[in-house]
């Protein structure tokens, strides 16, 4: 056998790189969407034969058919009378109250979005990890019926250990839980917090993989962004802070990382519970359709807040964030503002920005000084100056990393939520984010970017010019590789 492989290696190796670099290359061909990413991949596939069509495998398949979640969808949707309905609001409620550019957006989201923008809602902002792990873990104390969460990162460390712990106390009292967790934010405590999980009997899944054998194939590169925590079916807490002792002052001192979450009530409860028993699904094969389960009848409120549930993500959402910021640019008249930890927004996102500085907006974008992804933070410097040159403007915060995802438009329209602006949140991750059409909250999250932006430095075009040729060209070579950082 070494004999034959010995002397035939080269027609093996040939035939290897016909079967698996044809379908690779033809796969790419069919399923980009962009000609520059379908070249780039083909040019991969035939000129590195074999290891090519491994590379595209593992990292260029970016969508997920999930047909068991789409053929299942209408357990949840059809489940009984539509007793949410009555929160329903129409284009014209939204165009009346906010103008038409903003019932226009409530079009775009309605086409977008699978989830209806509804009424009676109410929205806490929670400023940092010792606030919001606390309201967290009071709500899981006090469940009866279920608790369904799903994150990104859930560390094996004092808050993690401690979130553990409140769920098995939660198992033990017979309310029923399940977590999900994405197989690589899984890894990023050895052990994994899943043992310790399993062993106080929480029924427990990784997404998209498993913590012994990896990932799975060919998806390895899609991972689930979300931070979703529904408590008996009335109250839900979503937005960018994963399960992390980093994020506390209790635990991490003035070393302390930002971010900002939310504590949300009303109708947008079972939209949120939908996106999140649909990955369960995905990952368990388990329908979550007990009585436990059950979403409580959302009471009247007031004020009528206004808010969406935007999935997003390699499946039938695809681009669905994407396409609710660039119908969010299109419409500013005054100001956008945008706080993202990793910036690195596609060609038809800068574009839009652009134009709406030259329409005379005001776009400020704040970005962390002190960044955890040193790669990333490389290649979005590298892109700077095509955003300041269109009147943009950049802002580096002062202080601990600032994990926080946040974004108004006019100080009436906020999304917040999972997403971030880069390629792997707009293509390649599962995210969640809320469309929040209220001038209390837009104003309240416009005075949190604010007070960041009173101590933020400028970033200006003199200043990137000045850095030495080699700074900048691997910034650039770094940049080149963004959509898989």
Not at 263 to 268: F, I, N
Request: glycine share 8%; net charge positive.
């Amino acid at each position: 056998m070494i004999a034959l492989l010995t002397t035939y290696w080269p027609h093996i190796l040939a035939v290897l790189s016909v079967i698996l670099g044809v379908p690779a290359a033809i796969h790419a061909t069919m399923t980009k969407q962009e000609v520059r990413s379908a070249l780039g991949w083909v040019g991969i596939i035939l000129l590195s034969p074999v290891l090519g069509a491994l590379l595209y495998a593992i990292a260029g398949i970016n969508r997920i058919r999930r047909s068991s979640i789409e053929q299942q969808r209408s357990l949840v949707r059809e489940r009984g009378p539509d007793a949410l309905g009555k929160f329903d609001v129409s284009i014209t409620a939204v165009a009346e109250r906010f103008g038409q550019r903003f019932g226009a957006m409530k079009l775009l989201g309605d086409r977008v979005s699978r989830h209806r923008m509804c009424a009676g809602n109410q929205i806490t902002m929670l400023e940092d990890g010792d606030t919001a792990y606390a309201a967290m873990l009071q709500q899981i104390a006090t469940a009866t019926r279920a608790v369904l969460l799903e994150t990104y990162i859930f560390d094996r460390d004092e808050i993690g250990l401690r979130f553990a712990d409140a769920l098995i106390k939660a198992v033990k009292r017979g309310v029923e839980v399940r977590v999900l967790i994405d197989a690589v934010g899984a890894r990023y405590s050895v052990p994994s917090i899943v043992g310790h999980l399993e062993a106080g009997g929480v029924m427990v899944k990784v997404f998209n993989g498993n913590i012994i054998m990896g990932l799975r194939l060919p998806y390895a590169n899609l991972r689930t962004h979300r931070k979703i925590l529904i408590v008996d079916g009335v109250v839900a807490f979503t937005g960018g802070m994963n399960i992390r002792s980093g994020f506390t002052l209790e635990f991490a001192g003035d070393g302390q990382a930002r971010d900002t979450h939310f504590r949300v009530a009303g109708p947008v409860v079972a939209d949120l519970f939908q996106v999140a028993s649909e990955d369960w699904q995905f990952a368990s094969r388990e329908v979550l359709e007990a009585a436990a389960w059950q979403i409580a009848p959302a009471p009247h409120v007031k004020p009528a807040m206004l808010m969406r549930a935007v999935p997003s993500g390699p499946d039938r959402t695809n681009e669905s964030n994407h396409k609710m910021m660039m119908g969010a640019f299109s419409i500013a008249r005054r100001n956008i503002r945008i706080m993202s930890p990793y910036f690195l927004p596609d060609r038809e996102l800068i574009s839009a920005l652009v134009t709406a500085a030259l329409r005379g907006v005001d776009v400020d974008i704040i970005v962390p000084a002190v960044n955890n992804l040193v790669l990333v933070d490389r290649a979005m410097t590298a892109q700077f100056d095509q955003i300041l040159k269109g009147g943009c403007r950049i802002w580096r915060s002062t202080g601990p990393f600032n994990h926080s995802k946040l974004m108004t438009v006019d100080d009436r329209w906020a999304y917040v939520g999972s997403s971030n602006l880069d390629p792997r949140s707009l293509r390649l991750n599962f995210e969640i984010d809320l469309e929040v059409l209220d001038t209390g909250f837009a104003g309240s999250i416009g005075h949190r970017i604010q007070a960041v932006l009173n101590e933020a430095h400028p970033v200006t075009l003199p200043d990137l010019r000045a850095k030495p040729f080699a700074t900048r060209l691997l910034n650039k070579i770094f940049w080149l590789g963004s959509p898989y950082l």
